[in-house]
C-alpha cells in the first residue's frame, strides 16, 4: 500500500520559516519525481515546486523563488521543503504529490501553513 504523508505544518508569524516534510513508502521512491503543491481557500491547488529523480532538475513557482527550497533524500524516501520569509499570502494547505507518469501519481492528505500575526 502506499503512503504519503506531509507534517511540519503550523501557525508561524510573518517573516518565519517551516519546513514541510512529506515521508513515503510502498513506491519506489527513487523513481518518483516529488513535488509540493498548496491551495488556498477559495483558490485552485498550485504548483509550489518540484524536484525530479535524481534533484538534478528543480523548479518553482515565481512566487517562492528565493525563499523556498525542496530538497529528497532516498535514503529517507522523503522530500522536504524548506520555507523562508513565509507571507500572509502564503497560506494554505500543502499536498505532496509524487509521480511517477502521467498515469500514476500518488497525494498526501495535506498539512495546514498559516501565516499570521
Known amino acids: 500500500q502506499v503512503r504519503v504523508e506531509e507534517s511540519g505544518g503550523g501557525l508561524v508569524q510573518p517573516g518565519g520559516s517551516l519546513r514541510l516534510s512529506c515521508t513515503t513508502s510502498?513506491?519506489?521512491?527513487?523513481?518518483?519525481?516529488m513535488a509540493w503543491y498548496r491551495q488556498a481557500p477559495g483558490k485552485q491547488r498550485e504548483l509550489v515546486a518540484r524536484?525530479?529523480?535524481?534533484?538534478?532538475?528543480?523548479d518553482y513557482t515565481e512566487s517562492v523563488k528565493g525563499r523556498f527550497t525542496i530538497t529528497r533524500n532516498g535514503a529517507q524516501k522523503a522530500v522536504y521543503l524548506q520555507m523562508t520569509a513565509l507571507k500572509p499570502e502564503d497560506t494554505a494547505v500543502y499536498y505532496c504529490?509524487?509521480?511517477?507518469?502521467?498515469?500514476?501519481?500518488?497525494w498526501g492528505q495535506g498539512t495546514q501553513v498559516t501565516v499570521s500575526s
Open positions: 524536484i525530479n529523480i535524481d534533484g538534478g532538475k528543480i
Open positions: 510502498g513506491l519506489l521512491f527513487s523513481l518518483y519525481d
Open positions: 504529490n509524487a509521480r511517477l507518469n502521467v498515469a500514476v501519481e500518488h
